[in-house]
């Protein structure tokens, strides 16, 4: 098993930043791939980025490209997104995810954290 704890989520002005974690705990976490996956109210859950087990090869959603940064830290076992340029239809909430198997878009994770948060004010 493999347990994710997310942080960082929170109230921000649009054009503002964030930056969330992602401790993972329970397996060898250089193992796995990672990713961040969102929900918005009354939307499908949606692939924002992914990164592979090395941190060599990165995805990103369309809708974040250029804006969002995906990057880990083996020895911390923690994956970050560094949001910038935020907008209202970031807000959602966002979960971290992982899985043995490096799947750019994919939402068949295995194991999910519990989300955090992310308001966009206009």
Not at 87 to 115: F, H, I, M
């Amino acid at each position: 098993q493999v347990q994710l704890v997310e942080s960082g989520g929170g109230l921000v002005q649009a054009g503002g930043s964030l930056r969330l974690s992602c401790r993972a705990s329970g397996r060898t976490f250089s193992n796995y791939a990672m990713g961040w996956v969102r929900q918005a109210p009354g939307k499908e859950r949606e692939v924002v980025a992914t990164i592979n087990w090395s941190g060599g090869n990165t995805y990103y959603a369309d809708y974040v490209k250029g804006r969002f940064t995906i990057s880990r830290n083996n020895a911390e076992n923690t994956v970050y997104l560094q949001m910038n340029s935020l907008k209202p239809e970031d807000t959602a909430v966002y979960y971290c995810n992982a899985d043995r198997t490096y799947s750019p878009s994919s939402l068949t994770y295995a194991y999910w954290g519990q989300g955090t948060q992310v308001t966009v004010s206009s």
